[in-house]
């Protein structure tokens, strides 16, 4: 058999079409937002709206952690709230960098 007579038959052959090329970029496209959706942003939505909640629940007498600080709320302001510390001194915060709020009567573990 010639091998060279089978080159014309494999160079009439049309290259695999892409008819929903675009569609299927689109599908994907559409994929990676619903899972950024549900994996990233939704969680994080959560746990913002939970922290806005505990922030606004805060009350003199309770316990806080801010940016590594660990005081008792002393008095609440518009945008911040002084902390008295374990020596009695007192500082004053942002309510935004409180990432943690213990009532008094909460039990530590």
């Given at each position: 058999m010639n091998l060279l007579a089978f080159i014309p038959l494999l160079l009439d052959t049309e290259a695999p079409g892409r008819d929903g090329g675009f569609t299927q970029t689109l599908i994907m496209i559409a994929l990676a937002i619903v899972f950024f959706y549900f994996i990233l942003w939704r969680p994080e939505q959560k746990r913002r709206k939970a922290m806005d909640e505990q922030r606004s629940a805060m009350k003199p007498g309770d316990r806080v952690t801010a940016v590594?600080?660990?005081?008792?709320?002393?008095?609440?302001?518009?945008?911040?709230?002084?902390?008295?510390?374990?020596?009695g001194s007192k500082i004053e915060v942002l309510k935004a960098a409180i990432s943690e709020v213990q009532s008094p009567g909460s039990v530590e573990k």
């Open positions: 590594g600080i660990v005081g008792t709320i002393d008095k609440i302001q518009e945008q911040t709230v002084i902390l008295r510390m374990v020596d």
